[in-house]
């Protein structure tokens, strides 16, 4: 997580930091994701730049990194199984 405070430009807060780790996790951990440091790393950059215009809502996060990690960095096998929004939705804790 201390990489994300070193962003150019990404100046987050440590609650931030939080929301920007719990989401990228959720996203990432899920089969379709092709995963690499560059895809990871694209979406980090796309998901801080939402938060910082002040998009902090976890579960719209989430919406939002699900439909760009679909659309631009799953794997072949998405095309056949798309991921339904149950399958990667955040578990809030109250």
């Given amino acids: 997580m201390a990489r994300f405070h070193r962003?150019?430009?990404?100046?987050?807060?440590?609650?931030?930091?939080?929301l920007l780790q719990k989401v990228l996790d959720?996203?990432?951990c899920q089969p379709w994701f092709d995963d690499s440091q560059h895809r990871r790393?694209?979406?980090?950059?796309?998901?801080?730049f939402l938060i910082q215009i002040g998009i902090v809502d976890a579960a719209h996060l989430q919406c939002i990194g699900v439909s760009w990690a679909v659309k631009d960095f799953?794997?072949?096998?998405?095309?056949?199984?798309?991921?339904?929004?149950?399958?990667?939705?955040?578990?809030?804790?109250?």
């Avoid at 962003?7 to 939080?18: A, I, Y």
């Avoid at 979406?43 to 801080?48: C, E, G, M, Q």
């Fill in 74 to 94: 799953s794997g072949s096998q998405v095309k056949a199984s798309r991921p339904t929004p149950s399958s990667t939705h955040l578990r809030t804790s109250h």
């Fill in 7 to 18: 962003l150019p430009g990404d100046h987050l807060t440590s609650e931030q930091v939080d």
């Fill in 26 to 28: 959720s996203i990432t």
């Fill in 41 to 48: 790393d694209s979406l980090v950059v796309r998901l801080t």
